[in-house]
């Protein structure tokens, strides 16, 4: 666990961290006069001391400790990002604090901090699956990131990577804010070789996500991690195993989405007109990893059937990005003990939403890797 300087106005993305608070002024000149009052040596007068002659230069002042004017405490404090939708699975961005309640296992939480987060930069991963097996949908994935990357990435603000993985993950385009050079790492892709999901996904955010660029500004670490998985979801070469790869992107609070590729995307001129409000029902194994690293990250899983689905599935992600609740709390039941702890968020008194966040996070520290223990980087 290490040490970070934040202000004392904590930020709702410092999570489970010991952390050095600068004392502000004026409660620095209010310590400083306690101290006075109460030191039995403070009342007498001091001699000042005589001004150095005009030919002698001016003493360097002597280097002050980094320590002086801080007060070290312990802040044990979990930051959930999520999403609201209604019955008809609309997004629900107007809801306040107090519609709110959360569960951290099964002990209820007061809210320190709730903010609705429609404007952070993001800092988004593409991480487009190239083995052999999506081969004859390579096309529409590359043309639907393109479209999606214009439509959402803003320059200045938001940067983005791009991934490619078959035997092995390999960063094409390091982070950006310019879609065209991302667009042009894109359609280069090719299609060859096997499947290393879980790899990529673990790769991705222990070395790209886990400390993207930081914007200028006073609060230089509030960022939104994203993945953007698009993979048919039958790993065959990885090393690390789910659990690990989930893990991993809980550990630095990366949201994944994940899009589906084990169905044949066609053209809606090309299926019967009577059948082309059909969508896929069958998942396949596949289709529940994807499913489940989504839902265990507090993202969503998308299984298009036809090429505008898939276009339909990179608008809606580009819509709950910009309409996300953000909630803290310091957990009452809090241990360091390295254990999985379960997040619960209810809206009980709106029946039918349905909160979409990260099911949890572990309680430790991450040694040597410039972390927080529950997900956000210093």
């Not at 879980?198 to 509030?222: F, M, N, W």
């Not at 939104?224 to 893990?247: F, Q």
């Not at 990179?314 to 909630?327: A, C, T």
């Not at 997040?343 to 949890?360: F, N, T």
Request: aromatic residues 8%; hydrophobic residues 35%; charged residues 25%.
């Amino acid at each position: 666990m290490r040490r970070a300087t934040i202000p004392l106005l904590l930020t709702a993305s410092l999570l489970f961290a010991f952390v050095s608070l600068p004392v502000g002024a004026g409660l620095l000149a209010w310590a400083s006069n306690r101290t006075q009052q109460q030191s039995p040596d403070s009342s007498a007068a001091k001699p000042q001391d005589p001004a150095p002659p005009q030919s002698q230069p001016p003493q360097a002042p002597a280097p002050q400790p980094q320590d002086q004017g801080k007060i070290t405490q312990v802040v044990n404090l979990v930051d959930v990002l999520f999403t609201v939708l209604n019955r008809r699975n609309k997004l629900v961005p107007d809801l306040a604090e107090n519609d709110f309640k959360i569960w951290d296992d099964k002990s209820p939480q007061a809210i320190r901090y709730f903010s609705r987060q429609t404007d952070l930069p993001l800092r988004i991963g593409l991480l487009m699956d190239t083995s052999n097996s999506i081969r004859d949908r390579l096309k529409f994935e590359q043309d639907a990131l393109v479209s999606f990357l214009f439509s959402v990435l803003r320059h200045n603000k938001d940067q983005a990577f791009v991934m490619t993985f078959d035997d092995e993950p390999s960063v094409l385009q390091a982070f950006t804010d310019d879609a065209g050079r991302l667009r042009d790492e894109i359609v280069k892709t090719r299609a060859g070789g096997g499947t290393a999901v879980y790899d990529a996904i673990y790769t991705a955010c222990q070395k790209e996500l886990s400390h993207p660029p930081r914007p200028p500004g006073d609060q230089p670490d509030v960022v939104r991690r994203v993945m953007i998985l698009i993979s048919d979801g039958d790993d065959n070469l990885s090393n690390h195993t789910r659990a690990e790869a989930i893990e991993m992107a809980q550990r630095y609070s990366v949201v994944i989405y994940t899009i589906s590729t084990s169905t044949q995307w066609i053209q809606l001129s090309q299926t019967n007109p009577d059948k082309s409000a059909n969508r896929k029902t069958h998942l396949t194994e596949g289709d529940k990893i994807l499913q489940d690293v989504a839902e265990e990250t507090g993202g969503r899983a998308f299984f298009p059937y036809h090429v505008d689905d898939l276009d339909q599935s990179f608008q809606d992600i580009g819509d709950e990005l910009r309409n996300q609740y953000s909630i803290a709390y310091i957990p009452n039941n809090y241990q360091l003990d390295g254990k999985y702890h379960r997040i619960r968020i209810e809206v009980p008194d709106h029946k039918g939403y349905q909160v979409r966040a990260r099911r949890g996070y572990f309680a430790k520290a991450n040694t040597g890797t410039g972390t927080n223990p529950s997900g956000s980087a210093n």
